[in-house]
């Protein structure tokens, strides 16, 4: 198995402080120039595992070996200083620079006694040509859209020298045209001499895309395969232990009544401009409305209206047939709204918090969780743990909701994490309306 192998992590074990094991003895090898797949569910210990190999994650057991020699990875300078980079799925970016900062930061080229922005200009533009990754290095971040963020993460990881590249979930927040592009960019990045590891569960896109895989199941390796020998079933089978049924049949809607109803509502983004101009719909119980359009376009601002999260210019908005434009963000949720936001990690989670901490976030004046003085913390914790238990988050109360992976994070955000809802925004989910029988928004950009 490591005879050939550029990089060699060998019987890596890692237990968190509460006894769960999200690594156990998992060994996992790369060759030079390949682009190789990383895959399993949810909590199967992807991604703790590439974050011991980017020095992010301290391991109790096993050795890291690269081009024959062991190597020691305590923080991601060193592992930067080995050529290893990582893309993670949550950006790490400071929007208020420019490309061109963003990439220097850290390792800021000089003149003197100044920083050589010039140098960095160029050096961007350099970059991104013979990468073929487009990005203007002196357009500030925030004005950036998700794909070009994530190219200019990937040029910094290059910029600083990276050789063995680790993406995490990249496809998560990308439109299918913008994944389409970055395959495209990452296989000739392969052809120029990089090594590529690609954390996904998207089962197409990883047999579209990857030259091998190895796939992991409660925080064991299952076997590496060339991905010509498995098929989509193969590798289904063998991240969950059991056949997965990979079509889903959607049986015939019974609508009820109407829940929500949005009547001619205008919308301002932050630059006062109208981002959503006269919009009107109706969701009936029971039925998921799909709104679709490019990222930009409205959507996010539409969902703020509905939920409360910014002033309504114009128009009114129904929830069960009581207005809501004058009402404040708890009474829309004691309606019985939940909000599941696109971007989880800034808006659906404190990530600092730990999990219990974010479950209290909407119950901190209820007396079931707070005495007269201080925090029930034993309702609290078994609120909590009740609801791991309940949503398969592979984690523990206690722990922190940024230590999470991206779909356990995304579990914390779940409609079942708050009281009986009864409309639901998920920029994510397929058929949560018709499991639970009630009303589901989900707006999707492509």
Request: include cysteine; proline fraction near 4%.
């Amino acid at each position: 198995m490591h005879e050939d192998a550029l990089l060699t992590m060998d019987k890596i074990t890692k237990v968190y402080p509460n006894g769960i094991v999200a690594n156990n003895e998992v060994s996992f090898s790369i060759r030079k120039g390949e682009i190789h797949a990383l895959a399993g569910e949810n909590g199967a210990g992807k991604s703790t595992l590439m974050r011991i190999l980017f020095g992010l994650e301290e391991s109790q057991g096993g050795t890291i070996t690269l081009n024959g020699s062991e190597i020691k990875v305590g923080s991601p300078h060193e592992a930067i200083a080995h050529g290893i980079g990582m893309v993670h799925q949550h950006f790490m970016l400071v929007p208020s620079l420019t490309v061109a900062e963003n990439m220097i930061l850290g390792v800021e080229p000089r003149k003197r006694l100044k920083i050589d922005l010039q140098k960095a200009i160029k050096d961007t533009r350099i970059l991104s040509d013979k990468y073929n990754l487009a990005v203007d290095p002196l357009v500030k971040v925030q004005f950036l859209p998700v794909g070009t963020k994530q190219k200019v993460e990937i040029l910094k990881a290059l910029y600083r020298g990276a050789e063995i590249l680790i993406l995490d979930e990249p496809t998560a927040v990308l439109t299918p045209q913008e994944t389409k592009e970055l395959f495209a960019e990452l296989k000739l990045l392969k052809n120029l001499g990089t090594t590529i590891i690609f954390i996904s569960h998207k089962l197409h896109e990883v047999k579209a895309l990857c030259d091998r895989i190895t796939i992991m199941r409660n925080g064991r390796s299952q076997g590496t395969f060339n991905i010509s020998d498995v098929t989509p079933t193969d590798i289904s089978r063998l991240m969950v232990g059991r056949d997965v049924i990979l079509e889903i049949k959607k049986g015939p809607s019974r609508p009820g009544n109407v829940m929500l109803s949005v009547k001619d509502l205008v919308m301002a983004n932050d630059l006062g401009q109208r981002a959503v101009k006269g919009v009107s719909f109706q969701v009936r119980k029971g039925e998921i409305l799909g709104i679709a359009g490019v990222e930009g376009n409205g959507q996010s601002e539409l969902v703020e209206g509905i939920t409360g999260l910014e002033k309504i210019a114009h128009g009114e908005v129904l929830i069960g047939g009581e207005a809501v434009n004058r009402k404040s963000i708890k009474e829309i949720r004691n309606l019985g709204t939940c909000h599941i936001p696109e971007d989880r990690m800034t808006y659906g989670v404190a990530k600092e918090m730990t999990i219990e901490q974010n479950v209290l976030a909407d119950k901190h004046d209820s007396p079931a969780f707070t005495g007269p003085i201080l925090t029930k913390t034993r309702a609290i914790r078994d609120l909590s743990n009740k609801l791991v238990r309940y949503r398969d988050c592979r984690s523990f109360a206690s722990a922190e909701a940024g230590m999470l992976s991206g779909g356990n994070i995304q579990c914390s955000c779940r409609p079942e994490f708050f009281a009986d809802p009864q409309l639901i925004y998920d920029s994510r989910s397929a058929d949560l309306g018709h499991r639970w029988g009630k009303l589901n928004l989900s707006v999707t950009a492509w």
